[in-house]
């Protein structure tokens, strides 16, 4: 078993941390942030691979996402729709137990028209008494069991991801108070339920921190529409300063609601703050050579 076996390079360790968490990236496409940990110097009572929407959370040690869970004796694997343990507990300190397992029971609630039979809506059986399982054990919301001798095919669990993912994406709705809505500012000329969706994906991608600090890194820090120079306007206050623009057609932003892989030096251009805004004063989506078109007088710098 790999816990009795020295930890430092041990390739299951490498694995998970590595291999695994790319993997799984690809299968959620770059609108999302992987992150995993099968120890830090030791093995990890329980090792996991954690799916974030950035809008939420970016840490394992706050908010909601989800994550697969390795049993501390390796029998059972979940991907389970959980809590962050570490956040609730520095609030309500030894009651953060019952805690978790209300706010899990309550989401239940709110996602009960979303959810399908089959999830698992009671505590994992994680095969551990240290905090953390324990946490992540009574913070589950839904989650699917695998069994480490009969673990499905690659097509099943990429469509459980997608399964989860689904219902994240719908508690992160319902809990701003609108299924339709995430908060995100939503142009008049949008009216759909699909628009919308496709509509806060590409902003969503915007707001990737990676993918937006790569099409910087790639393009500039110049507005690749206007040529507005922040650093040579407002001197070091400006320098490194510029907003990267999602430009995937909304028509193929979404491949059956899921998000598509981004490339930052394809996908992305970057603008200054009044470009940004015109691109999306449009239905659809104006691209940057029409901008271009339409600046009324060129700056001159």
């Known amino acids: 078993m790999a816990k009795i076996e020295d930890f430092k390079d041990h390739p299951l360790a490498n694995f998970i941390r590595d291999d695994l968490r790319q993997i799984i990236q690809k299968v959620v496409g770059d609108s999302y942030l992987?992150?995993?940990s099968p120890g830090k110097g030791n093995w990890a009572h329980v090792p996991w691979v954690s799916i974030f929407d950035p809008a939420i959370t970016t840490s394992a040690r706050v908010g909601y996402y989800p994550v697969f869970l390795f049993s501390s004796k390796g029998?059972?694997?979940?991907?389970?729709?959980?809590?962050?343990?570490?956040?609730?507990?520095e609030e309500f300190g030894t009651q953060y137990k019952e805690v978790l397992s209300s706010r899990a029971e309550v989401a239940r609630g709110l996602l009960r028209n979303f959810v399908i039979e089959s999830l698992y809506e009671g505590f994992l059986n994680l095969e551990s008494e240290d905090d953390l399982p324990v946490g992540y054990s009574v913070g589950n919301i839904l989650s699917i069991e695998y069994k480490s001798g009969s673990l499905p095919t690659d097509e099943v669990i990429v469509s459980d991801i997608h399964k989860i993912?689904?219902?994240?994406?719908?508690?992160?709705?319902?809990?701003?108070?609108?299924?339709?809505?995430?908060?995100?500012?939503?142009?008049?000329?949008?009216?759909t339920g699909e628009e919308k969706k496709k509509y806060r994906w590409h902003r969503r991608a915007e707001r990737?921190?990676?993918?937006?600090?790569?099409?910087?890194?790639?393009?500039?820090?110049?507005?690749?529409?206007?040529?507005?120079?922040?650093?040579?306007?407002?001197?070091?206050?400006?320098?490194?300063?510029?907003?990267?623009?999602h430009i995937t057609p909304m028509a193929e932003l979404l491949k059956e609601l899921e998000p598509v892989v981004l490339d930052p030096k394809t996908d992305f251009v970057v603008v200054?703050?009044?470009?940004?805004?015109?691109?999306?004063?449009?239905?659809?989506?104006?691209?940057?050579?029409?901008?271009?078109?339409?600046?009324?007088?060129?700056?001159?710098?």
């Open 34 to 36: 992987v992150d995993a």
């Open 272 to 301: 200054c703050s009044n470009c940004h805004r015109m691109l999306h004063r449009t239905k659809p989506v104006l691209v940057p050579s029409e901008l271009i078109k339409r600046l009324s007088k060129p700056w001159n710098f």
């Open 75 to 89: 029998s059972r694997l979940y991907l389970s729709l959980n809590q962050a343990r570490f956040e609730v507990k």
């Open 165 to 191: 993912l689904s219902l994240y994406r719908s508690y992160i709705a319902l809990r701003s108070g609108n299924i339709d809505s995430d908060n995100e500012e939503i142009p008049e000329e949008i009216s």
């Open 208 to 245: 990737n921190q990676k993918l937006s600090k790569d099409a910087k890194k790639f393009h500039g820090y110049v507005c690749q529409v206007c040529k507005f120079d922040f650093e040579k306007q407002y001197g070091e206050l400006g320098s490194k300063y510029v907003e990267a623009h």
